[in-house]
C-alpha cells in the first residue's frame, strides 16, 4: 500500500511554514494547480483565488512570513484515490506579535499523479477576525420574522 498523496503535502507544507523548507513542496504542487482560501481578503491578502504553481508558492511563503504552526489536529478526514476532505483545528503563531491564533478549517484536495492539482479550503472567518482584531464583534440581534 502506497502512502496517500495528502499526507505527503500535508507534511511538505508545514516543513515550507515552518521551517522555510520550500524544496519538498514545489515538486508536490501541479503546475496548473487551483487554490482558493476563503476568508477575510481585506485582513489577510494571500488569501483568496489563485491559478498555477508560482503563485500558490507565492502564498506558501507569504504564510511563512506571517504565522508558525505550532499544533494542527484533524478533527475529520475521508480519503478518496486522488482526493482528500477534512476538518482541521490549527493553533498558529503570528510572528510579528507573537500572539496565538487558533481556527478551524476545511480543506478539500485534489491529486493527480502525486501532485496536487485543486485545493479549497474554508476557515472559520468570524472566529479568526476576532482574534485579529483582539475583541469580541457583536453583531445585532436578529429576530424570527413571520
Known amino acids: 500500500m502506497t502512502e496517500h498523496s495528502l499526507w505527503r503535502f500535508s507534511r511538505a507544507l508545514h516543513r515550507a511554514v515552518n521551517d522555510r523548507d520550500f524544496s519538498d513542496i514545489e515538486s508536490l504542487i501541479d503546475e496548473d494547480v487551483e487554490w482558493a482560501i476563503y476568508g477575510p481578503i481585506d485582513m489577510f491578502p494571500f488569501l483568496g483565488a489563485r491559478q498555477g ?18 499544533r494542527f489536529d484533524r478533527e475529520s478526514i475521508m480519503l478518496g484515490v486522488d482526493s482528500a476532505a477534512s476538518m482541521l483545528r490549527y493553533s498558529l503563531t503570528a510572528l ?34 476576532e482574534q485579529a482584531l483582539g475583541r469580541a464583534i457583536h453583531l445585532p440581534k436578529m429576530t424570527r420574522v413571520g
Open 96 to 129: 510579528d506579535s507573537d500572539k496565538p491564533i487558533s481556527l478551524r478549517v476545511a480543506q478539500f484536495a485534489q491529486f493527480r499523479a502525486g501532485k496536487l492539482i485543486s485545493m479549497r479550503v474554508l476557515v472559520d472567518t468570524f472566529d479568526l477576525v
Open 53 to 70: 504553481r508560482d503563485a500558490v508558492l507565492d502564498v506558501i511563503r507569504q504564510l511563512a512570513d506571517n504565522f508558525r504552526v505550532r
